[in-house]
């Protein structure tokens, strides 16, 4: 696959098998040990480009938010379909 490694296939089997709670836990600690070692990807020039006009939106409209809570709930009804 191009030099891309894959996945140990008995691996993803078992991160599949867990519930979707399971799953975020599981991808939390995989992203929280991947920044703890310092190797976080360089942001492309896109993802600069969007930070910084979401940084200047935010800046000018500081009260433009939605609450966490709101967030999660809308984000874990959309994967509950």
Do not use: C, F, Y
């Amino acid at each position: 696959m191009n030099g891309v490694r894959i996945m140990n296939t008995r691996l993803l089997q078992q991160a599949r098998a867990l519930d979707i709670d399971e799953q975020i836990e599981l991808v939390e600690a995989i992203w929280d040990g991947i920044v703890s070692r310092g190797a976080v990807p360089a942001l492309t020039e896109a993802q600069g480009t969007e930070l910084d006009r979401r940084r200047v939106d935010h800046l000018a409209n500081p009260d433009d938010v939605v609450p966490w809570s709101e967030v999660k709930a809308g984000a874990l009804d959309k994967i509950r379909l």
